[in-house]
């Protein structure tokens, strides 16, 4: 059984910083894809970045390259999700999930039907 558990979330204030944390029970497995959403109230959840294996594949949507960067700390059976110069547009609750295989190709990772595992998330509020 995967089990995803969130954490790092608050409140921030515009151009500040957070690091999310997710604690992956399939975080020494590297034959999974892990992966980051978020869904504002209102809106359909959407993709942020995805990282396979050790070193295998990283994406990132649009909305948050250069600013957001995902990172996996096997031994600590943990995915980051380091977030900077927050914008209010950010706000939402965040989520973690996780697919057996690699991150899908193009921008197919960034849907969310691919993910069979997803932890509870946490609430992000920029203002």
């Known amino acids: 059984h995967v089990q995803l558990v969130e954490s790092g979330g608050g409140s921030v204030q515009a151009g500040g910083s957070l690091r999310l944390s997710c604690e992956a029970s399939v975080g020494t497995d590297t034959r999974y894809s892990l992966a980051w959403f978020r869904q504002a109230t209102g809106k359909e959840r959407e993709g942020l970045s995805c990282r396979y294996g050790l070193a295998g594949s990283t994406h990132y949507a649009d909305a948050v390259k250069n600013r957001f960067t995902i990172s996996r700390d096997h031994a600590k059976k943990t995915m980051y999700l380091q977030m900077d110069n927050l914008e209010p547009e950010d706000s939402a609750v965040y989520y973690c999930?996780?697919?057996?295989?690699?991150?899908?190709?193009?921008?197919?990772?960034?849907?969310?039907?691919?993910?069979?595992?997803w932890g509870q998330g946490t609430q992000v509020t920029v203002s």
């Open positions: 999930a996780a697919n057996l295989g690699p991150c899908a190709p193009g921008n197919r990772w960034t849907n969310s039907e691919r993910y069979n595992y």
